[in-house]
């Protein structure tokens, strides 16, 4: 499974979010994913999804 594909759910909520400067990027084998949260609620909740990914 690619790096895109198993935190999609991370990525579209994170951008559904209204989380502002939202980068995704894979750099060798490992997906950095940056951006600055509206709220500690979304982070929050952005740290729950990869909880349940990884």
Request: hydrophobic content about 35%; cysteine-free; charged content about 25%.
């Amino acid at each position: 499974m690619a790096l895109q594909e198993k935190y999609r759910e991370l990525v579209t909520t994170a951008q559904s979010a209204g989380v502002s400067n939202l980068q995704v990027r894979e750099q060798g084998n490992v997906l950095y994913i940056d951006g600055v949260a509206p709220s500690e609620e979304i982070k929050q909740r952005l740290w729950d999804i990869y909880g349940k990914i990884d």
